[in-house]
């Protein structure tokens, strides 16, 4: 049965359950709500959650374990002399009799005893589809009715619905800290196999990056040289010139569209200005490489200089044009947010709008406006495609933006690509630089919280 059926009836049994709810509270009170401890419609959802939570807890509880159920009930079907082969070679056969129920293979091209499996796994699908309908529909019909039976006027089902909330808020907060927390031990331990191979000095302190490992004895062109200095000096590069391009930018647009421009100006600049955020990073790349790049590579000929069809300068100035709003938008916000009385107070005591917005209004927004600005620099490191299309491959150790430069992060794709050895150093030196970036943005983040702190106590 299709989940999207399954969904529908779940939503209209709750649907029906908040409406008879609601209708219940209103008969035991006859009508008069000030006899109920809450709220008509908190009744309603108190009988909506008793009846939809455990259907839906059953529901995915059915679609982790239908699948291993079905394959092994159709293992056990299968004759002996499959069951006991090697489990690569069952592994096989259920692929097989999937191929064959999903469609993807012809059942006549099949071994008679597969396409017989296959037709005993839809048979057993089928069963299951029935199954979860009814479980569903009966837990969820049995919930109703016995939170319908439990309403009367004293029962306080605010309280209780806003508990229910409470623990499916928790819940949600703990699925999220143990999923970062499962990306955090994932690349701290495959970083720490690399470290086993690499010394860690090596790859912090090492001049030069040229990961390709050998695979034979003597094999030329692959020394796999794993010094990460090039790759940080090119991303601190990159990220350097588009913070250039962006702080100034995106704080004077925040300035101006806060402070000086009308309401109207301002209603319509600022999600203009905003659209820029919503651009795809490919489209950037594709400006970067065919518009930006050759119109650099010009202008340094007609001034003599010698600049890379792929530079360090074309890839940040299009990604400070990129992340332009990440400064605005936020500045503008935290500027706009600054008390009345503050300016009110500077204009009594003769100020100027310029020394107002210098000297009150700016530094009273200051932990915002350096929070939005390590935001941007948090985004302009972790960016990919400008690099990739712009800037290129090649780790250069220059500090020259005229020169093709890489970074972290188009390295981490570049040595995740392509049909290789998982465990070997080339590839664990991805999961290395993805724990030193990690570490620089935690660096970042706990910095702009500590601004953010301090200057709030400060203008509180």
């Known amino acids: 049965m299709h989940m999207l059926i399954l969904f529908l009836i779940i939503l209209v049994l709750i649907v029906a359950s908040f409406y008879y709810g609601r209708r219940r509270a209103l008969v035991v009170s006859n009508g008069n709500i000030r006899k109920l401890n809450s709220l008509p419609r908190y009744y309603g ?21 239908e699948s291993a159920i079905i394959t092994n009930l159709v293992i056990a079907g299968l004759p002996e002399d499959v069951t006991s082969s090697s489990k690569q070679q069952l592994n ?16 006549d091209t099949a ?76 690349v701290l331990f495959e970083a ?42 090119g ?11 962006a702080v100034p930018i995106g704080l004077m647009s925040a300035i101006y569209l806060s402070e000086y421009a009308s309401s109207r100006v301002r209603a319509l600049s600022k999600p203009m200005l905003e659209i820029l955020a919503g651009i795809p990073t490919v489209v950037y790349g594709f ?5 930006v790049a050759p119109f650099f590579r010009g202008w340094g000929e007609s001034l003599g200089l010698e600049i890379s069809s792929e530079s360090a300068l ?52 200051l932990p915002g406006i350096v929070a939005s600005i390590l935001l941007a620099v948090s985004r302009a490191i972790g960016e990919t495609m400008i690099v990739v299309m712009a800037a290129g491959l090649a780790a250069n150790l220059t500090a020259n933006p005229l020169e093709s430069v890489t970074t972290v992060t188009v390295q981490i794709v570049t040595l995740l690509v392509g049909d290789q050895e998982f465990d070997s150093p080339k590839t664990l030196a991805a999961f290395a630089l993805g724990l030193v970036l990690f570490v620089v943005t935690l660096i970042l983040n706990v910095i702009a919280l500590y601004v953010v702190k301090k200057y709030r106590e400060q203008y509180e």
């Open 45 to 65: 959802y108190y009988v909506a959650l008793w009846c939809g939570i455990p259907a839906l807890i059953i529901f995915t509880f059915w679609q982790f374990s």
């Open 192 to 233: 720490i196999r690399f470290f086993q191979s690499v010394p860690f000095t090596d790859f912090l302190f090492g001049l030069e990056w040229s990961p390709q490992t050998a695979i034979r004895p003597g094999q030329v062109g692959a020394s796999g040289a794993f010094g990460a200095v090039p790759l940080f000096v």
């Open 287 to 291: 400006f970067a490489a065919l518009t």
């Open 235 to 245: 991303t601190l590069l990159v990220s350097l010139i588009a913070m250039v391009v």
């Open 111 to 186: 071994l008679p005893q597969i396409a017989a499996a296959a037709d005993h796994y839809r048979h057993l699908q089928t069963i299951s589809d029935i199954a979860l309908l009814v479980v569903m529909t009966a837990l969820g019909l049995t919930g109703a009715t016995y939170a319908l039976s439990h309403v009367d006027q004293q029962q306080k089902a605010r309280n209780k619905v806003e508990n229910t909330i409470l623990v499916f808020l928790i819940a949600c907060s703990t699925i999220a800290i143990f999923t970062t927390m499962g990306i955090i031990l994932s």
């Open 314 to 365: 074309a890839a940040g100035v299009v990604m400070g044009i990129m992340i332009i709003p990440f400064v605005s938008s936020l500045s503008d916000d935290v500027i706009y947010a600054v008390p009345q009385s503050l300016r009110d107070g500077a204009y009594s005591l003769g100020a100027t709008q310029s020394e107002t917005i210098r000297k009150v209004v700016i530094p009273a927004a």
């Open 92 to 107: 096989l056969v259920i692929n097989e009799i999937r191929n064959v129920v999903s469609g993807n293979m012809v059942a």
